[in-house]
């Protein structure tokens, strides 16, 4: 089991930047894919951004390509996402995730069914 907390929401206007932070307490962190994912009032689950255990390897969804930023440090157990010209309809709660069940995943998942560790979420809400 691995417990995942997420921080770095909060209340921007659109054009800003964002950095959301996930702190995981699992000592075998750096064998494992992790992601973020959101969801915003009334709609589904989404992927926003998914990374390897190395770090070498990022998925992202389209609409968040060039804008967002997914990295790891797997010294310190953390996955990061820094989010920039941040637009209304980022607005959602932020979830970190983690492929716990498997080890060293060349390439990262980009399914929520495929992630089976979950945060509690970050508030993230974009002003126009």
């Known amino acids: 089991q691995v417990q995942l907390v997420e921080s770095g929401g909060g209340l921007v206007q659109a054009g800003a930047s964002l950095r959301l932070s996930c702190a995981a307490s699992?000592?075998?962190?750096?064998?494992?894919?992790m992601a973020w994912f959101r969801q915003a009032p009334g709609k589904d689950r989404e992927f926003v951004a998914s990374?390897?255990?190395?770090?070498?390897?990022?998925e992202y969804r389209d609409s968040v390509k060039g804008r967002f930023t997914i990295s790891r440090n797997n010294a310190k157990n953390t996955v990061d996402l820094q989010m920039n010209s941040l637009e209304p309809e980022d607005t959602a709660v932020y979830y970190c995730?983690?492929?716990?069940?498997?080890?060293?995943?060349?390439?990262?998942?980009?399914?929520?069914?495929?992630?089976?560790?979950w945060g509690q979420g970050t508030q993230v809400t974009v002003s126009s």
């Open positions: 995730a983690c492929d716990l069940s498997r080890s060293w995943i060349g390439h990262p998942p980009t399914t929520s069914s495929e992630f089976d560790s």
């Open positions: 699992v000592g075998t962190f750096n064998r494992h894919a």
């Open positions: 990374i390897s255990w190395s770090g070498r390897v990022t």
